[in-house]
């Protein structure tokens, strides 16, 4: 992969392209949080939390640059702080940590990854330790490796990178002109532990962040275990702050009915998003929520809904239902997995669990063990100890549309 011939007539990719969003427009959010800012002419709410809404893109991010500044985050605090650390930031009082040289940060679809990595770019911390700047990387199931680096050629005020004739030549040419910087380097949603090395260019005072939603490529790519940072889903408490902030009106009628539904949605803030909006557009119709609210736990009006405007494809400018972005992880797997993928939609979510012996049974396969390594790697399963496994509720969901399907 890294011998890859550039093409000459390729459209840089960088940040600034398939990195951002497509050019979005919401109707402005009220709610009865004071704290909360809501600029329309930016479409953007800052409230006390970690998730996005929108975008601003009259003046979109440059090819190689990070994304906006996220406009809603909630419950991340100690994700961000865990990650400064782990970059070389260290606690306040103790001056600077060391620079770990890479850091990779997993976790299920839709927990926001890309969300905090684009906090962590404009976080003041990050700036003063790396005065340099931040150089992001947007790569995705196919990327386009040398258009992503002619990004940050660019950024570094090197236009004609193009003229080196493979990625790896791309490559030593970045890693030159990083030798004596300080920069962050931000290489997010990978698919493939390969894929990272020719971003792996930064010099001693620079680190080397990578998010991936698969355990396998979080693994290979790490030095050592302990530089994968697992981000979890949200707390109770702060899911359903999240989703007061999206449907302050439905939460204040429907409190326990609110709680249930963000325990349902295990705190996922993907999830948390899309019902949140679900539930706003038609309690500002003036209708009563609690059909939808059904609905919504049921799994289905989910499924079908589109994804917050953050994950708009930029090619075309439209935004992806839930089930699509989920798609990308199951695109991956042969007809036979994907087949034994769908059947997991027929058991309970976590915290319910499940056993060898009930994969094998459903399976019907002599051993369930190579498919459970699959379904392991690539984030569609979870194992909790002792045997035993256990799916998100949202991935229950996305097996069953299968078993619809057909």
Same mark, same amino acid.
């Given at each position: 992969m890294t011998n890859q011939k550039p093409d000459q007539n390729q459209e840089i990719s960088g940040a600034g392209a398939a990195g951002v969003g497509g050019d979005v427009t919401h109707s402005p959010v009220t709610t009865g949080d004071h704290n909360t800012v809501i600029q329309s002419g930016r479409d953007t709410i800052q409230a006390g939390g970690n998730v996005y809404i929108g975008f601003n893109l009259s003046h979109p991010p440059a090819p190689g640059s990070a994304p906006l500044k996220p406009a809603l985050i909630v419950g991340r605090d100690h994700d961000l702080q865990a990650l400064k650390q782990r970059i070389g930031i260290g606690v306040k009082g103790e001056g600077s940590a060391p620079v770990k040289v890479l850091t990779a940060m997993r976790g299920w679809p839709g927990v926001g990854k890309t969300t905090l990595a684009a906090a962590l770019a404009h976080d003041p911390d990050i700036n003063a330790r790396f005065p340099d700047g931040v150089l992001w990387a947007s790569l995705g199931q196919k990327p386009a490796l040398f258009g992503e680096l002619a990004a940050w050629g660019r950024a570094l005020g090197v236009p004609d990178l193009y003229q080196a004739r493979t990625v790896e030549e791309?490559?030593?040419?970045?890693?030159?002109?990083?030798?004596?910087?300080?920069?962050?380097?931000i290489v997010d949603d990978v698919w493939q532990a390969e894929h990272v090395v020719p971003f792996n260019v930064g010099g001693s005072g620079c680190a080397l962040l990578v998010t991936t939603r698969l355990p396998e490529v979080a693994r290979t790519i790490a030095p050592t275990p302990d530089d994968v940072y697992v981000l979890g889903v949200l707390s109770e408490a702060d899911a359903l702050e999240l989703l007061r902030t999206l449907a302050p009106t439905v939460v /204040? &009628?429907?409190?326990?009915?609110?709680?249930?539904?963000?325990?349902?949605?295990?705190?996922?803030? *993907? #999830?948390?998003?899309? /019902? &949140?909006?679900?539930?706003?557009?038609?309690?500002?119709?003036?209708?009563?929520?609690?059909?939808? *609210? #059904?609905?919504?736990r049921e799994g289905a009006r989910l499924i079908a809904s589109q994804a917050p405007a953050d994950r708009a494809q930029v090619a075309n400018e439209t935004t992806p239902t839930v089930a699509a972005l989920l798609k990308k992880s199951t695109d991956l797997l042969d007809v036979h997995t994907l087949e034994c993928f769908a059947y997991l939609g027929a058991f309970a979510p976590k915290p319910a669990t499940f056993d060898i012996e009930a994969m094998r049974a459903v399976w019907d396969v002599d051993d369930p063990r190579p498919i459970i390594r699959t379904l392991v790697d690539r984030g569609l399963l979870e194992p909790t100890g002792q045997n035993r496994f256990w799916m998100h509720a949202i991935l229950v969901m996305h097996a069953q549309s299968f078993l619809t399907e057909e």
């Open positions: 791309a490559s030593n040419l970045l890693r030159g002109l990083l030798r004596n910087k300080r920069y962050l380097l /204040a &009628g429907n409190e326990a009915t609110s709680r249930d539904l963000v325990n349902d949605l295990e705190g996922l803030p *993907l #999830a948390i998003q899309v /019902a &949140g909006r679900l539930l706003h557009a038609e309690a500002s119709y003036g209708f009563g929520v609690e059909q939808l *609210l #059904a609905d919504i």
